[in-house]
């Protein structure tokens, strides 16, 4: 890839103003440095914007500084899964058995086989098992085995999280509603009802590898152990009020998987075992096949919902292709990305640890994101892929009808916050850009208790966002052609 110049400002204009009124004049006239100072952020802000068609850098801060991406991460891994993949890739989660089928019973065991699906579902194993069914199988003499081998075996994407955090789950080659498990909880009297269940959009299944009881104390709100096999959790009773549901992430997610298809197999008249684990897949015959839709689709959803497993179940299953093997982990995988955007696109300051962003080790400088984004757009059409990113107006209301249209990549960490994406201006003139902003020190000083709704962080990330609408507001006028 040619290297871009180092910068080329281009002097203050007005072209084509947004009607937005005397006061957004005066904004888009001020300084970026002053807006930066604005914003009260503390730590480091930087940011890179050039034109999309030419790479000319318009605009630079602190570009070269290398900062946590957050989830704008996921551009990159999306492009990485893309280019190695490929777009119409599909994920194939199997039933297969061994000893073979003699009038309706396997001679050996069954084993539900996953192959890395970040979405795989509960209605997608509801359907796996009547395929069992339609098989002709009744029963089955051996075990009921699960096998998530496809992809190494991760207990959370990132040890600093609040065990009970649900974007940060397990990971594996099986994988079963974002490995997340739905807790609901009704008061009655003086008692609580609760359960834990597999939930999907048209099934309830009650799980028994995940146990919660309720307990007299005030803090911590939840305690995870692991206990005989099982997620064992426990949460204050005087946390919970009269009654609400949150997912919580899913520590040991073949065995969670295997837990829901037990039920629906029996729904099918077909009795299977608990199911355990086993860590190579056995030879067998496939009986019946789930396959996800294709990666294309399911990059989409991932940029829009930023959806921590499947960035790392894809990324995963990249490294896996590229180089032939399954790599050793999380850190091993993301760094035989940063290889490949070294390679293809000439970045020296990406050093990611995993694939989510969700680490806040991982590090990239805002012009290498913005000079990927660019080859991306170019190359893989990535900008199709990317939400809309909404202008809103003092009281945070979305303003519609902005004549200025962003399809970007958010990202959000206690303090840390990135914007990265596209620009379309009226006049046809597209910008590329990346917006990094990070209060690291502040981010140091949180227990790991707090990292969910840490005091502050509201606040602060909402004065993030107005910076970076006031930097894309003030660059669509200053640089409309």
Known sequence: MSALPACANAPERSLRPIERGAGFLKQI???????????????????????????????????????????????????????????????????????????????????????????????????????????????????????????????TIDTGQPDHVGYSPAVSGLNLNFNRVHFEWRRSGGQYTVTMEGRSEKHRPAVKFARMAVEARSLPVYIYKDRGGRDEWSVARGALGNGGARWLPVRKPEIYAGDVFQTFARSQGITLGAPSSVGKLPSGE?????????????????????????????????????????????????????????????????????????????????????????????????????KRFHFRDEQRRILKNHPVEVHAKT??????????????????????????????????????DDRERPPGGASWNRRAKTLQQALIERWSVLYAA
């Open 286 to 386: 496939t009986v019946a096949r789930h396959q996800s839709a294709p990666l294309q689709d399911i990059l989409r959803n991932m940029l829009k919902w930023s959806t921590n497993l499947t960035a790392e179940c894809v990324g995963m299953a990249a490294t896996a292709k590229r180089s032939g093997s399954r790599p050793a982990g999380l850190k091993a995988s993301a760094k035989a990305m940063n290889g490949w955007a070294r390679d293809k696109f000439g970045l020296t300051s990406m050093s990611f640890v995993d694939h989510s962003g969700l680490g806040e080790a991982s590090r990239i400088s805002a012009t290498d994101m913005m000079r990927a984004l660019r080859a991306l757009r170019q190359e893989s059409g990535l900008k199709t892929l990317l």
């Open 411 to 448: 990202g959000t960490l206690n303090f840390v916050s990135g914007l990265g994406g596209f620009v379309d201006l009226p006049d046809g003139t597209e910008l590329v850009f990346a917006i990094f902003a990070a209060n690291m020190k502040q981010r140091a000083g949180l227990g790991k």
């Open 29 to 155: 006239q001020t300084p970026a440095e002053a807006l930066i100072s604005r914003a009260k952020l503390g730590g480091d802000v930087a940011f890179c914007v050039a034109d999309a068609r030419t790479g000319n850098i318009l605009e630079e801060y602190k570009a070269g500084l290398k900062q946590p991406p957050a989830s704008v991460a996921k551009a990159l891994t999306a492009a990485y899964a893309l280019d190695v993949l490929g777009a119409n890739h599909q994920f194939e989660t199997r039933v297969v058995v061994t000893g073979g089928v003699k009038n309706g019973v396997v001679q050996g065991d069954l084993i539900l086989a996953g192959g890395g699906d970040p979405t795989l579902d509960t209605d997608a194993l509801a359907a796996l098992a009547a395929k069992v069914k339609a098989a002709g199988i009744t029963s089955v003499k051996g075990g009921f085995k699960v096998w998530g081998g496809a992809l190494p075996s991760v207990r």
